[in-house]
């Protein structure tokens, strides 16, 4: 894993020193590479690559980057791991790109064959002279970013994997095309002072994440998962072509032939699959570990690890003094079915408070999933003795594992939804709102009421993903944080998937390309790689969702049970006696420290005067607090969103 910078000048016309400028954008990504750097400029094409290594596969300088290929035409800054590189390489061997090698990991046998060495970073290169970008991609298995400069056409391509796990951004600013691995890259560029987009404003409130393609900043962009982009270079950058498009698409996986076999043989090829990636996924030269909730997806994971292993796997987990946010122990229990050495750590008050003021810094735009708390303190414990850590993430979006997809596929059963929506939008009144706020009988009414307005736009709504959408993140719950009450912005919004077999494979796909990415995705990447730590998700392989999304929804929700695949798996290594209960989800108790150890932070960040902003309704945040405060309601998910917006706005001067 490792860090990426680069930017395009126009020889003739550069106000900024290439070389210095580039040497400061790659120095605030040491966290992403620690181990190497390196720099690559062509003054005479304008092109300037900067590469931050954290090695993991091939730890010797062969695998230095800024790399070129043996041809000379490209040049190349890669951030991820190719796990099936050394078949790719065999391929190239057959197809007569370098000659054939018994062993592969002999350095001699690699250079008397044409090999400088063992990184996927070489291995990459040599695919995409053999056989262009889009059909090299197409063979790679994997998570990526990276940016790739082709001497002989002058142009620059920027490629993100398939689901989305790497981050990239790029855009224009002070006469320059700049890209990054992360926003604060763009920091160092003199007169780097753009204004906050306002549509990824009310992005990051309707989803508590900036979703792609928009970045906090006018101007600056982030690529979307499975997209490549080319620019090709041209006076005056400002007016050089730039094209982007899509080499993979889980819409397009959705409309291949679905799965023909019995729900038995579905469970079967799955294992097969998720076997091979999670053997794959282990492949590197520094430890590896894996995180452990105690829940169906990470505890797949590693009883496939611990299956595949000839050691103890090392797992790690983190737990709460709050009993109701508390999963160590279900973990605990897993790790000794498994056999796992296993390391516990029970987070307190003064844990997070030690973490929350660097959390602006880590994500670099405003974040407002709170899980972000126990996802960096659970990486710090990891990083401290291993260098990779496999994850579960993803099982949920896979196989049908959130409440709300059942729920919402259940609303679009109901004939007559024009009619109810309707009725709601009569219910919805003022004057009905009041009344039911006003019943003197506890939360209740108060909530229905709260809901009503929320219901009624998502059955104004005529598209499913879209009332998924407004279902999933309630426009209401959070719109009155802000000035404008308008949710034009939402309408901003990309879905790229449009069709599916059923509604729930629908909503499911719909959290895959949204919340995956948008969320959890970039939650896990920042907090890992803020401590050098390299995550890696097998359920994630192209080829396991794939396979999930070829499965009917009644083989993942069967029998009541939600992620019936991955259960079945799971059962042959752990009773079901021990993994059969509720899900709990990854959660803080942060509404109880608002009101304790972070209450002086937040009350701070919150009422500050030295932050002015003409966005955010500051009656309605004072009603909020004072409501939390007093206990009247808890208000933490509300003030969460508008703490870490202030705390960003503090870190980054805006």
């Given at each position: ?60 300088p062969?695998g ?7 041809s ?13 590189h ?7 061997e ?6 054939h090698?018994?062993?592969p990991?002999?350095?001699?046998s ?19 002279e ?8 197409g ?15 002058r ?5 993100r994997?398939r689901?989305?796990?790497k ?14 691995s ?32 928009y970045?906090i900043?006018?101007g600056i962009?982030k ?29 397009t996986a ?24 999670v ?6 030269d ?18 496939l ?34 056999g796992?050495d ?45 260098t ?43 004057s ?24 009624a ?14 279902f ?5 719950y959070w719109?009155?944080?802000?000035k ?13 998937i449009?069709?599916a077999?059923?509604?729930l494979?629908l909503?499911?796909?719909m959290?895959?390309?949204?919340y995956?990415?948008?969320?959890i ?8 790689m ?16 794939e ?11 069967r ?7 991955l ?10 006696s021990?993994?059969?209960r ?17 209450k ?14 003409d966005?955010l309704?500051e009656?309605a945040?004072k ?16 003030l ?15």
């Open positions: 894993m490792c860090g990426i910078v680069g930017f395009l000048f126009s020889p003739r016309h550069c106000r900024t020193e290439p070389g210095p400028l580039l040497e400061r954008m790659t120095s605030t990504l040491v966290a992403r590479g620690p181990d190497d750097h390196g720099e690559w400029i062509d003054r005479s094409a304008g092109v300037a690559l900067g590469h931050r290594r954290l090695s993991i596969v091939d730890l010797s062969a230095h980057q800024p790399m070129i290929s043996q000379g035409r490209y040049v190349l800054v890669f951030n991820g791991e190719i796990y099936n050394k078949d790719i390489r065999k391929s190239l057959e197809d007569g790109e370098a000659g090698f018994s062993d990991n002999d350095e001699l690699r250079r008397q064959r044409g090999w400088r060495g063992g990184s996927d970073t070489e291995t990459l290169l040599a695919a995409i053999r056989w262009g970008v889009r059909q090299a991609l063979r790679c298995v994997g998570m990526f970013a990276f940016g790739l400069w082709d001497r002989q056409e142009t620059l391509t920027l490629a994997d689901l989305g796990e981050p990239l951004y790029y855009g224009h600013t002070n006469g320059m095309f700049v890209f990054a992360e926003l604060k890259a763009f920091q160092t560029i003199p007169d780097f002072s753009p204004a906050i987009n306002q549509t990824a404003l009310w992005q990051y409130f309707y989803q508590r994440a900036i979703p792609a393609p970045s900043y006018d962009f690529l979307e998962p499975g997209q490549l982009l080319t620019f090709g270079m041209k006076e005056p950058l400002a007016s050089s072509e730039m094209a982007t498009e899509y080499y993979w698409s889980l819409q959705l409309n291949r032939d679905p799965f023909r076999g019995t729900p038995e043989d579905a469970v079967e090829e799955l294992r097969n699959i998720l076997t091979d990636a053997r794959m996924q282990m492949m590197a520094v430890p590896v570990g894996a995180f452990l909730s105690g829940g169906i997806d990470s505890s797949t994971v590693v009883s690890m611990q299956s595949v292993s000839s050691g103890n796997v090392q797992s790690y987990t983190i737990g709460f003094e709050e009993a109701g946010f508390n999963e160590a122990h279900h973990a605990k229990a897993v790790a000794n079915c498994l796992t296993h390391h516990e750590l029970t987070v307190t008050p003064s844990d997070a408070l030690s973490v929350v003021p660097h959390l602006a810094e880590i994500w670099d735009e405003p974040f407002g999933d709170s899980s972000q708390i126990p996802t960096a303190i659970l990486s710090r414990m990891t990083r401290q003795n291993v990779v850590a496999l994850s579960g993430d993803g099982g949920d979006e896979l196989f049908c594992g959130y409440k709300r997809q059942q729920t919402a596929a259940a609303i679009e059963r109901i004939p007559g939804k024009p009619l109810f929506g309707a009725l709601l939008v009569a219910f919805n009144s003022p009905a709102i009041m009344r039911l706020r006003a019943l003197p009988v506890g939360r209740s009414p108060k909530a229905a009421a709260n809901r009503l307005g929320a219901l736009e998502m059955f104004a709504l005529d598209n499913p993903a879209h009332r998924y959408m407004a999933s993140f309630r426009p209401d719109s009155s944080l802000l404008e009450a308008s949710h034009r912005h939402i309408g901003a919004s990309r879905f790229p449009s069709d077999r059923d509604i494979t909503v499911s796909a959290d895959a390309v949204t995956l990415p948008t969320d995705l970039t939650k896990v990447d920042r907090a890992a803020a401590v050098s730590l390299e995550t890696r998700l097998p359920l994630l392989d192209h080829r396991v969702v396979f999930a999304f070829s499965l009917p929804s009644s083989y993942k929700v029998n009541g049970q939600s992620k019936w695949p259960r079945q798996i799971l059962n042959s290594f752990v009773p079901n021990i993994i059969d509720p899900k709990m989800g990854f959660g803080v108790p942060v509404g109880t420290w608002l009101r304790g150890p972070l002086a932070w937040a009350s701070d960040l919150l009422f500050s005067r030295d932050v002015q902003d966005f309704n009656k945040i009603r909020m607090w004072d409501d939390h405060q007093s206990g009247t309601w808890n208000y933490a998910d509300h969460w969103r508008v703490l870490m917006l202030r705390s960003w706005q503090a870190c980054y001067g805006r």
